[in-house]
Every structure is written in structure tokens, then in C-alpha cells.
């Protein structure tokens, strides 16, 4: 069975940065786009960050030029470096990835079960 796991959320102050962390277990052979998604209570869920296989990213606006995705293919992981953290930036933040090939076949459309990141003011 495939999964996704986040880690990496915490409480941290403005200002501060903080690395949140996605992997992939499983029997799985490749992964596609893979990416960060966040969302806060009574609000949809919203597009931060995406990377494909060969690296090309992907940012939402507010994001851009502070936090960074990257990915580790071999490991099949995914990261995600914020800086200059704000308070808007306060939101559980999910691992995505759009699909898979796993030896039971392609999966599509995987969710972490999320990772919470508060920024104080």
C-alpha cells in the first residue's frame, strides 16, 4: 500500500523558517508531479508549491521568494523550505502527488494526511 507521510510542522515566529518534509513509501517504481497544498479551517484547500520529475517548479504568489520545493527521486521525497514565515502562512500543509506507479499499478491523485505549521506574530 502507498502512502505519503508529512513531517516538519511546528509552532515558529514570524520571520523564523521552518522545513517541511514529504515521503513516499511503498512499492513504487516512479512518481509525477508531486506537490504542497494548505488549508485552513472554513477555507478550500490551495495550491503552494508543485515539482516535476525533472525539477521544473511551480509557485503560488505569495510564496514566491520564500519558500522553496525540492525533491529527492532516489528516496522518493519532497521538501519544502519556508522563510520569512508570516502569519498568513499558518495552515495545515498536505503532500500531493497527482500519480504513482506502484506494482499493483498506477495510483492517482495521493494525500498525506497533513502537517500543521503556526507562525505567531
Known amino acids: 500500500q502507498v502512502q505519503l507521510v508529512e513531517s516538519g510542522g511546528a509552532l515558529v515566529q514570524v520571520g523564523g523558517s521552518l522545513r517541511l518534509s514529504c515521503v513516499a513509501s511503498?512499492?513504487?517504481?516512479?512518481?509525477?508531479?508531486m506537490g504542497w497544498y494548505r488549508q485552513v479551517p472554513g477555507k478550500q484547500r490551495e495550491l503552494v508549491a508543485t515539482?516535476?520529475?525533472?525539477?521544473?517548479?511551480n509557485y503560488e504568489d505569495s510564496v514566491k521568494g520564500r519558500f522553496a520545493i525540492s525533491r529527492d527521486n532516489a528516496k522518493n521525497m519532497m521538501y519544502l523550505q519556508m522563510n520569512s514565515l508570516k502569519p498568513e502562512d499558518t495552515a495545515v500543509y498536505y503532500c500531493?502527488?497527482?500519480?504513482?506507479?506502484?506494482?499493483?499499478?498506477?495510483?492517482?491523485?495521493?494525500w498525506g494526511q497533513g502537517t500543521q505549521v503556526t507562525v505567531s506574530s
Open positions: 500531493h502527488v497527482d500519480r504513482m506507479t506502484t506494482s499493483r499499478g498506477p495510483v492517482f491523485n495521493s
Open positions: 511503498g512499492s513504487i517504481f516512479t512518481i509525477g508531479v
Open positions: 515539482i516535476d520529475r525533472s525539477g521544473t517548479t
